[in-house]
């Protein structure tokens, strides 16, 4: 979860539109940001009130903030932290919102057949270790590592709310699930202040809620993906439903003329080499995030049918060849774009 990152292979380009003036009552477009979770969270919203836009995002930057207090796996204090000191113990009370994103790792853990596993922190310990020292993990180290990788050590009790690390040294990492996580978060911390039409993003990983006003949707525009600097020429309108990017563009580290990606493969404990990035649409942000994670694992090919599982996903793939760019989309995501260009609403994030 550390690092600021900004995925530039995807403009998130916000088109919101600007609200009809209903004379005395308008609903007004607020924007807030803040960093939190090494990031920076961005808050779009409308109410007519302007004290309520203000008290709501407050309180979601306080949720976020609290969720990093559990979630981190740089805080050696972290709620999470301090249950993975206790890995080959018995059983842990947790927060319930611990509970609920251990329950969507081992959902996405399963249905990905363990390319999302949020056991890996031990391996991308390591590799972390290998962004600052440019050298490759020690094989010796990394073998121990990924031994410790395999989600199926993870046990929930649902009834009691627990978790149970069944063998010493396990350690999990939210990285690839946590903002998706934190942005359903904040959104339903909106919608219980009474601002449902809002949008929350926090750098690849998008949810929407109820669209602006007069709008069918949150407009997110794609740039071209053989120029990503470019402005969007597609766009995603998304009403109750997150995005979310995920590939190797900007954390990595090269080796010897290896480009390694943050994201590993539990099943060999190296960084992803194919050159890839993946952008998701999803019901959730959590399904989002996680899903764009498992997808850079799995690559297309692989990865369709993982995509085709989950009702209401779509997905895009580009990756590098050596012959040029390759982009495989689902085909629910090629229905969900459109060439549509509505530059005159334009504002970037
Ligand atoms: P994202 O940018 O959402 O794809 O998340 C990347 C982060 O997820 C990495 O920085 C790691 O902390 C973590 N991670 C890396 N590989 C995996 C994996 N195979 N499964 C789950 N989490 C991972
Ligand atoms: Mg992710």
């Keep these: 979860m550390g690092g600021t990152r900004t995925l530039r292979w995807m403009v998130i380009a916000l088109l919101v539109g ?24 961005k808050i779009v919203l409308y109410t007519t009130d302007e004290a309520r836009a203000s008290r709501a995002s407050a309180a979601v930057f306080a949720r976020v903030e609290d969720l990093n207090s559990s979630f981190s796996d740089y805080d050696p204090e972290s709620e999470l932290m301090r249950l993975c000191d206790r890995a080959g113990g018995s059983p842990v009370p947790v927060s319930e919102d611990l509970f609920r994103i251990m329950v969507q790792c081992g959902r996405m853990s399963e249905l990905s057949d363990g390319a999302f596993d949020a056991t890996v922190n031990p391996v991308v310990r390591l590799w972390r270790r290998s962004q600052r020292t440019l050298q490759l993990p020690d094989p010796e180290s990394l ?38 996580y934190a942005c359903d978060a904040a959104l339903a911390v909106l919608e ?42 597609r766009y995603l309108n998304l009403v109750h439903a997150a995005i979310s990017t995920s590939g190797d563009t900007e954390r990595f580290v090269e080796i010897d003329g290896h480009r390694y990606s943050h994201i590993v493969d539990p099943r060999t404990g190296i960084g992803i080499q194919d050159r ?5 649409v999803a019901p959730n942000g959590v399904t989002a995030d996680s899903l764009a994670t498992a997808l850079n ?16 996903a779509a997905a895009r793939f580009v990756s590098q060849t050596a ?27």
């Design 18 to 41: 600007i609200p009809r003036a209903t004379a005395e009552n308008p609903q007004v477009r607020h924007v807030f940001r803040e960093s939190h979770m090494g990031t920076e969270f």
């Design 143 to 180: 073998r121990k590592a990924r031994e410790l990788v395999d989600f199926r050590q993870v046990l929930l009790d649902d009834r009691n709310r627990t978790v149970q690390l069944t063998n010493r040294g396990v350690k999990l990492d939210l990285g690839g699930i946590a903002k998706g």
């Design 192 to 233: 219980g202040q009474g601002i449902p039409c809002a949008l929350v993003g926090a750098a690849g990983d998008i949810v929407a809620g109820d669209p602006p006003p007069g709008k069918e949707g949150w407009t997110v525009g794609i740039a071209p993906h053989d120029d990503p600097e470019s402005p969007p020429t």
């Design 276 to 280: 890839l990035m993946v952008t998701v």
């Design 297 to 312: 694992v799995l690559g297309p090919e692989h990865g369709r049918d993982l995509v085709r599982s989950i009702p209401g």
């Design 323 to 349: 012959t040029g760019l390759r982009v495989v989309e689902t085909s629910g995501f090629h229905t969900l774009t459109s060439l549509q260009v509505q530059l005159e609403d334009a504002a970037s994030p």
